[in-house]
């Protein structure tokens, strides 16, 4: 299974400011995701990154807000651009696994905890 | 996208074990289900899928009805460790669609 690994692990920023997330996987992938998660809530899929293509973006998200970058098959980062404190939240980054099963699963990276003050 | 329903949480004791229900009336014919799990301050963890009868691994059983419309996540013998947030998913990836995290059920285990 697939390994993620995402920075930081939680920050503490201010109104107006953007914070770059970044996420490393320990093997080539084709998609990675993107999600965001309220405290107490599911996760909600902002974005899906395949190399070498622009992002595909969700209802509700934009690439002003959220720009994604995915330069090779194990990395990508996503901005959180112009924070304000409804940006809050948790954003994590996910792979799909695709050898060996009839359908793919996801494997997820522990998130990002981000607090906009 | 097929919609699911679960409750919103359970509560159970060391060593029971745990079913918890999945509801998903609109299920497609190629839908599989896959369940996963979530600790605090962790992403989720895929713990089994499977498409009908009956699935099991070294963590849990899946049992799938003949009609698909339900699905049950077997946990036995619950530790305080398996406390959590258990999310069940619908659908069909290789169609291209990206299946969508509903509510989950939270499962508190308590002493």
């Known amino acids: 299974s697939a390994v993620i690994s995402q920075k930081p692990s939680r920050d503490i920023c201010q109104r107006g400011t953007s914070l770059t997330i970044q996420c490393q996987v320990d093997s080539q992938v084709t998609m990675m995701f993107w999600y965001r998660q309220q405290p107490g809530q599911s996760l909600t899929l902002i974005a899906t990154?395949?190399?070498?293509?622009?992002?595909?973006?969700e209802s509700g998200f934009v690439i002003d807000k959220f720009p994604i970058s995915r330069p090779n098959l194990t990395f990508s980062t996503l901005t959180v651009s112009n924070m304000s404190p409804e940006d809050s939240s948790i954003y994590l980054c996910?792979?799909?696994?695709?050898?060996?099963?009839?359908?793919?699963?996801?494997?997820f990276g522990a998130g990002t905890r981000l607090s906009v003050l | 996208l097929a919609k699911t329903t679960q409750p919103i949480s359970m509560d159970s004791y060391e060593g029971q074990e745990v079913n918890i229900t999945c509801s998903h009336n609109?299920?497609?014919?190629?839908?599989?289900i896959t369940w996963y799990q979530q600790f605090p301050s962790q992403g989720p963890r895929f713990i089994i899928q499977g498409y009908k009868t009956k699935v099991t691994n070294e963590v849990a059983s899946l049992f799938i009805p003949a009609d698909r419309k339900s699905s049950t996540l077997s946990l036995p013998r619950v530790s305080l460790s398996d406390t959590a947030v258990y999310y069940c998913?619908?659908?069909?990836?290789?169609?291209?669609?990206?299946?969508?995290f509903g509510g989950g059920t939270r499962l508190m285990v308590k002493p």
């Open positions: 996910s792979v799909e696994e695709v050898a060996g099963r009839v359908q793919n699963i996801q494997y």
């Open positions: 609109n299920i497609a014919t190629n839908d599989y």
């Open positions: 990154a395949n190399q070498g293509s622009e992002a595909t973006y």
């Open positions: 998913l619908v659908g069909d990836r290789n169609a291209g669609n990206m299946l969508t």
